[in-house]
């Protein structure tokens, strides 16, 4: 039921926890909606250096056309059905509600972190153009580009690439 206003809410309520009771995050790290949650969320977290978006959308408000039945789906009954590579999501229509308001461009040009951006050429639920996008906005961004990962990075290779190139980045 949440929104990616709430999205971004949880992340920031998560990193005051961590530093209330534990040490503050040097590293947001976020998927898809939750990698653009994420960067929204970081200029406000100030102990972190380091976001690392995995297939992450630079414009929340562009649908492909899966997003887009499903929002249909979820206008028309509450609930929209969202198969992201071989994984069913439930979305409600709330989520749909404020999408068009967000824009991470502005975000990204003050972003005192590093940002990693991961993407996969053959991404079909976010076009690889989204992380050209989030690099060319972000002064101190990398890219870091998959091949044949699609949107989920389920590869074991893959998984380990990206955990040393996190890895680099947060010692450098």
């Given amino acids: 039921q949440t929104t990616f206003q709430g999205y971004v809410s949880d992340v920031r309520h998560a990193a005051e926890y961590l530093r209330k009771h534990h040490n503050a995050p040097v590293m947001l790290i976020g998927h898809s909606f939750g990698g653009g949650a994420s960067l929204a969320a970081a200029e406000s977290i100030h102990s972190v250096k380091l976001v690392v978006t995995l297939a992450a959308t630079a ?6 056309p899966g997003l887009m ?10 609930l929209g059905r969202l198969n992201t590579d071989g994984q069913d999501h439930q979305i409600r229509s709330g ?12 975000s990204l040009r003050s972003l005192r972190s590093k940002l990693l951006a991961v993407h ?6 976010v076009p690889f153009d989204n992380a050209e996008m989030l690099v060319k906005w972000s002064p101190r961004s990398e ?7 699609g949107h989920l990075f389920t590869e074991e290779n893959d998984v380990n690439q990206i955990v040393d190139a996190i890895e680099r980045k947060l010692t450098a």
Avoid: H, K, Q, Y
């Fill in 143 to 149: 890219l870091l580009t998959f091949e044949n990962a």
């Fill in 69 to 78: 039945e499903a929002r249909e789906e979820a206008e028309a009954t509450g």
């Fill in 95 to 106: 989520f749909f509600e404020r999408l068009a308001e967000i824009d991470l461009e502005p």
């Fill in 59 to 64: 414009r929340p408000a562009d649908m492909r």
């Fill in 120 to 125: 996969s050429r053959d991404d079909r639920v």
